[in-house]
């Protein structure tokens, strides 16, 4: 089993940054593929952004690609979501998830997920 757990979630302007932690217990993270997913209010949950287990590989919905970064730290066993100019449409809840191994863009190809920290984004 793994443990997710994400804090840094707030509200904040348009053109603003955030940036979101997630922290892992449970397993060697160092093992884990990780992804952000999101979901806002009334739409389908969606792929953000994935990093794979060295944190070498990293890949991006086209919606945040150059605003969002995606990182870890496998001595913290955290993985982070650098998120600058900040639009409203970036509105969500954001979810990280992890599976073992490979990274994949899917969610339901996830077997771990947090619980979830809410990013409001105003005009």
């Known amino acids: 089993q793994v443990q997710l757990v994400e804090s840094g979630g707030g509200l904040v302007q348009a053109g603003g940054s955030l940036r979101l932690s997630c922290a892992a217990s449970g397993r060697t993270f160092s093992s884990l593929a990780m992804g952000w997913f999101r979901q806002a209010l009334g739409k389908e949950r969606e792929f953000v952004a994935t990093?794979?287990?060295?944190?070498?590989?990293?890949d991006y919905a086209d919606s945040v690609k150059g605003r969002f970064t995606i990182s870890r730290d496998n001595a913290k066993n955290t993985m982070y979501l650098q998120m600058n100019s900040l639009k409203p449409e970036d509105t969500a809840v954001y979810y990280c998830?992890?599976?073992?191994?490979?990274?994949?863009?899917?969610?339901?190809?996830?077997?771990?997920w947090g619980q979830g920290t809410q990013v409001t984004v105003s005009s």
């Open positions: 990093i794979t287990w060295s944190g070498i590989g990293t």
């Open positions: 998830a992890a599976r073992m191994w490979q990274v994949r863009s899917f969610s339901n190809e996830y077997p771990f």
